[in-house]
């Protein structure tokens, strides 16, 4: 039973504008771009079982109904929330009918397979191992954990990412203009604004911005002239989010960011808090936040409390692997210990003044007993013959001279009296540094 691609006319927009073609097909250019591994499996109908991970509204079910239109084999579809195993097994029984009397192959696409168990996986198991169907999984988990792993083993994994905000504006614009599937037959105008707010608001789900979308055509008036206006404020209101006075590109962005970062050098968490909430609720990319806490541990907190930066490291790796809207908790516990914990910037201001140091005195040289003695002929020439290894000395430390002759009494390094740092500070006095 091949998927017709019958749409009724009242159906929701969101599904009236999936795409019917690989060339109307948005986003994912990594997977499905021209020349891409997905595409030219898809153009040459020769699919294998493969898994298509990803967020919703990214176009999963979408690429699945094209594949569906393009194949000369039958197509199967289910949802592993409304189907079970006996659903499963019944497919099968056709799939194996229509290779064996009629030389068709059967595709399967099952939705959110994630919430199939065990047992309703392993009855696919066979019949995609024997190739008596092709097997197209969908799911919004990871399918490393949810998907047994003799059934993933047969198949290739396709992450699908969220939609920018381009690729959403530009499936917008078709939508308002499209005269078969869309609007096109009515007069919408969006403001430019409006049409710029579900983009980003819709935080890569296309079917949250059509959503919107249609909500505001059907509820707006029309004026004297027949024109049904799609404004910010409405697009506010029908996508329930208010926009953020906030240019990704502009002058915005770096006051933000800089109020962020002022707020944790500050020691303010509930004002480093807020900026960061309000870049996340402009869309501004999670990415981009955790790269200056990663910087801000080290430049404003460094060795006062060391944890800082693997903190801030761990909160970067979980945007990575979990992504928004759950990130943001990490977000939120790594700036909240950034701002509240000691802070000391004698790392940065150590490493500018050495580096100020080596322009100014490049041809300073290596001690003749720290130079390297790992070659044939480094006694003859007086390499590293004075050398004290410091763990043969009580306390491993034994005062000898590292910096060069010129730059001998030079502190680059100047620790603080706060948090960890102190002890450092009491440690290289103690042994003579300071």
Same mark, same amino acid.
């Given at each position: ?91 099968? &029984? ?7 009397? *009629?030389? /068709? ?5 099952? @939705?959110? #397979?994630?919430? !199939? ?119 506010? &209101? ?7 006075? *906030?240019? /990704? ?5 770096? @006051?933000? #960011?800089?109020? !962020? ?174």
């Amino acid at each position: 039973m091949n998927f017709e691609g019958q749409i009724a006319d009242n159906a929701p927009l969101a599904v009236r504008m999936r795409p019917r073609t690989l060339e109307e097909f948005v986003g994912q250019r990594h997977i499905i771009g021209r020349g891409k591994l997905l595409y030219r499996l898809i153009e040459a109908d020769k699919l294998s079982s493969v898994v298509f991970y990803g967020p919703p509204g990214t176009g999963k079910t979408s690429l699945a109904k094209i594949i569906a239109n393009r194949t000369n084999a039958v197509f199967y579809e289910l949802n592993a929330v409304t189907s079970g195993k006996k659903e499963i097994i019944e497919v099968l &029984e056709k799939a194996k009918n229509n290779l064996g009397v *009629y030389n /068709k192959k059967s595709i399967l696409f099952i @939705d959110e #397979i994630h919430r !199939f168990n065990k047992a309703q996986q392993d009855a696919l198991l066979p019949s995609v191992e024997k190739g008596l169907v092709t097997l197209i999984g969908a799911t919004t988990e990871n399918p490393y954990f949810e998907i047994n792993s003799p059934l993933l083993s047969r198949s290739t994994v396709f992450e699908f990412t969220h939609l920018t905000a381009e690729d959403i504006r530009a499936v917008v614009h078709t939508a308002i203009n499209d005269r078969e599937r869309g609007y096109g037959v009515m007069k919408i105008h969006c403001d430019d604004a409006a049409i710029d707010h579900l983009s980003d608001v819709a935080n890569g789900d296309v079917r949250r911005a059509l959503n919107a979308l249609e909500l505001g055509i059907l509820t707006v008036d029309k004026d004297a002239d027949g024109i049904i206006t799609i404004d910010l404020e409405t697009a506010q &209101e029908c996508i329930q989010q208010r926009a953020v006075q *906030y240019d /990704k590109n502009g002058d915005n962005h770096y @006051d933000t #960011i800089s109020a !962020f970062i002022k707020s944790i050098r500050g020691s303010d968490p509930d004002a480093a808090l807020y900026w960061m909430a309000k870049m996340i609720c402009a869309g501004e990319d999670p990415k981009f936040i955790a790269r200056r806490m990663v910087i801000s541990a080290s430049e404003d907190i460094g060795n006062a409390e060391p944890m800082a930066l693997t903190v801030a490291m761990a909160a970067a790796d979980a945007v990575q692997f979990i992504g928004m809207p759950e990130a943001r908790i990490n977000l939120a516990q790594a700036v909240v210990f950034l701002a509240c914990a000691p802070k000391s910037n004698a790392s940065y201001l150590a490493i500018d003044a050495a580096i100020a140091a080596v322009k100014n005195s490049s041809n300073s040289a290596v001690p003749a007993h720290l130079q390297d003695t790992h070659y044939t002929g480094s006694e003859k020439l007086g390499r590293g013959l004075t050398y004290q290894y410091p763990h043969n000395y009580p306390g491993h430390h034994i005062p000898q001279q590292y910096l060069p002759d010129d730059l001998m009494g030079t502190h680059f390094y100047e620790p603080t009296d706060l948090g960890h740092e102190h002890k450092m500070k009491e440690y290289l006095k103690k042994i003579g540094i300071l």
